[in-house]
T-cell receptor
Framework: AQSVTQPDIHITVSEGASLELRCNYS??????LFWYVQSPGQGLQLLLK??????LVQGIKGFEAEFKRSQSSFNLRKPSVHWSDAAEYFC??????????FGAGTRLFVKA | NAGVTQTPKFQVLKTGQSMTLQCAQD?????MSWYRQDPGMGLRLIHY???????DQGEVPNGYNVSRSTTEDFPLRLLSAAPSQTSVYFC??????????????FGSGTQLSVL
């Protein structure tokens, strides 16, 4: 069975600073990997996904993520954070059996 | 397109009561699923379905039942509500579970309180 670990419960960055959110997964084969964002009081929106090919994937809102098979990681990055990026971010993995399993989430706070 | 529609948006139950959370999608999606979201625990999969007549358990299925009689609808039934089932519930669907990298489309959620 697949699983996802997001080690950071919350992260605070200054506006304009770079951001990296960590995600580690457990699955025997190459999984499908996703990052979703949930803004306060909102539903979940897909930022980006990886299923094969180039290990660096680009998403919406200037986000990117890199799949590293050797580290079982799929970290999310953004070079310059905006105040509107404050939200909760979820990493998710879909392996066999069609189930999509989510991590516990990382809440991002942005300082002015 | 309405997308994924959940009803009700808010519900308060007493311990022991039963109720059904409704989920409908108009995108002809094969795959539908239910999650619950609790602080610090992310979204946990309750049940899912890969097509009409087919359902399976997720990570936290106890206390919940589902059925999938049509492609469009995937109701979640709480048999005997408990305070531990206080949560925000999300229904999600995708076109095909067999498609590569299919993203999930989420409903707006149901906030459930069990007293």
């Amino acid at each position: 069975a697949q699983s996802v670990t997001q080690p950071d419960i919350h992260i605070t960055v200054s506006e304009g600073a770079s951001l990296e959110l960590r995600c580690n997964y457990s699955y025997g084969a190459t999984p499908y990997l996703f990052w979703y964002v949930q803004s306060p009081g909102q539903g979940l929106q897909l930022l980006l996904k990886y299923f094969s090919g180039d290990t660096l994937v680009q998403g919406i809102k200037g986000f990117e993520a890199e799949f590293k098979r050797s580290q079982s990681s799929f970290n999310l990055r953004k070079p310059s954070v905006h105040w509107s990026d404050a939200a909760e971010y979820f990493c998710a993995v879909r392996g066999g059996g069609f189930k999509t399993i989510f991590g516990a989430g990382t809440r991002l706070f942005v300082k002015a | 397109n309405a997308g994924v529609t959940q009803t009700p948006k808010f519900q308060v139950l007493k311990t022991g009561q039963s109720m059904t959370l409704q989920c409908a999608q108009d995108m002809n999606h094969e795959y539908m699923s239910w999650y619950r979201q609790d602080p610090g625990m992310g979204l946990r999969l309750i049940h899912y379905s890969v097509g009409a007549g087919i359902t399976d358990q997720g990570e936290v299925p106890n206390g919940y039942n589902v059925s999938r009689s049509t492609t469009e609808d995937f109701p979640l039934r709480l048999l005997s509500a408990a305070p531990s089932q206080t949560s925000v519930y999300f229904c999600a669907s995708s076109y095909s579970p067999r498609g590569e990298g299919e993203k999930l489309f989420f409903g707006s959620g149901t906030q459930l309180s069990v007293l």
